[in-house]
C-alpha cells in the first residue's frame, strides 16, 4: 500500500542501499579509480540482504509485526554494513597502491538508509498501536 508513509520510507531506503549504490562509487583508490560496493563479495552479499529485507518488508504491508522485525534487522544489517566500510577505508593492508585517497559519498549511503528505516519502523509501531487501540474498543 504506497499510501501509508512506511512504504515511502521503505521505498527510499531500497533506493539508497541498492540503486544508489551501483552508481555512486565508496571511495577512490590512489590510483584514481573509483571502488563500488559489488568489487568486494562481502559487501555484496550484506547489500543483497538489506535489498531483498526491504522488498519483502514491502510486499508484506499486512503482517506489520513481521514488517517491523525485518525493519531491525535491515537496521542492523546496515550498522555492520556501515562498519565494515569503515574499518576498511581506515584499516586496509599494506599495499601501497590499495590506500584510500578519498572517501566518496557511497560511504554514508547505509546512514541514510538506517533514518529511512527508522522513521518506518516509527509509523508501523504507530500503526500497530492505533489498530490495537481500536481492537480494544470493540
Same mark, same amino acid.
Given at each position: ?55 519483502? %518488508? ?34 586496509? %593492508? ?6 584510500? %585517497? ?37
Amino acid at each position: 500500500m504506497i499510501q501509508r508513509i512506511q512504504t515511502v520510507y521503505l521505498i527510499l531506503a531500497f533506493i539508497a542501499t541498492s540503486v544508489l549504490m551501483l552508481f555512486i562509487p565508496l571511495w577512490t583508490l590512489k590510483t584514481g579509480t573509483p571502488f563500488y560496493f559489488n568489487q568486494d563479495p562481502i559487501y555484496t552479499v550484506i547489500v543483497g540482504l538489506s535489498t531483498m529485507l526491504t522488498i519483502i %518488508s514491502i510486499i508484506s504491508y499486512k503482517k506489520r509485526q513481521n514488517q517491523f522485525v525485518m525493519g531491525r534487522l535491515n537496521i542492523i544489517l546496515n550498522l555492520i554494513l556501515l562498519g565494515l566500510f569503515v574499518y576498511r577505508s581506515l584499516n586496509l %593492508s599494506g599495499d601501497a597502491t590499495a590506500v584510500v %585517497s578519498e572517501k566518496g559519498i557511497g560511504m554514508f549511503l547505509p546512514i541514510v538508509a538506517i533514518v529511512l528505516l527508522v522513521l518506518a519502523n516509527k509509523a508501523i509501531k504507530k500503526d500497530e498501536d492505533l489498530v490495537k487501540s481500536v481492537d480494544r474498543l470493540r
